[in-house]
């Protein structure tokens, strides 16, 4: 029985230092970015030794799968399965885009330094892989229900999928000084244009 009860709390202090790894590199990648993200700047965050964040975490790629598992808990992405109600199809996309653009703008600091790092970092890209069904779905979703004829099918996809970009949506409010919801009326005008016909 006190055997059980040790193996029990011993258990329960390594998941606790596991989460506290875990927020650290979370943290740091939102402020300065996984580039400049060190074990031992991970370590002093978490308040634990260089090796023990190598015991529960051996290499890059399963640090960056468990950071971005706390992150999407934090902020989770909204559910493309809501959108499927919404009958016409540009009611659709601008209800989809005012949720995306807000999620963007909450998760604008950690997006914006893993796109940035991404080239440099290589363990990033497996991770980034990831959330390719969840676009791909979105995308699904999107663009049901448009006129367009079967030649302009790949029209309408790639006005979409510009409207879907993290770096859409940034250019438009940080650099063009346009509001979420301006950016999200001049997405959908986008993507109606590429419906009209030549």
Known sequence: MARRYLLRRRAERQDRTHRRIVEAVVALHQEIGPARTTISAIAE?????????????PDETALYRACKACFDEMHPPPDPTQWERIEDPAARLGSALGQLYAHFRATEAMMANIHRDA?????????????APYWARVS?????GWDVPAEERPLLAAAVGHALEFH???GLVRHQGLTDDQAVALMVRLVACATAPP
């Open 119 to 131: 080239p440099q970092v290589p363990a990033i890209g497996p991770v980034l892989a990831t959330v």
């Open 140 to 144: 699904a979703v999107l663009l049901v």
């Open 45 to 57: 965050r978490a308040g634990v030794q260089r090796l023990t964040v190598y015991r529960h975490f």
């Open 168 to 170: 859409t949506w940034r």
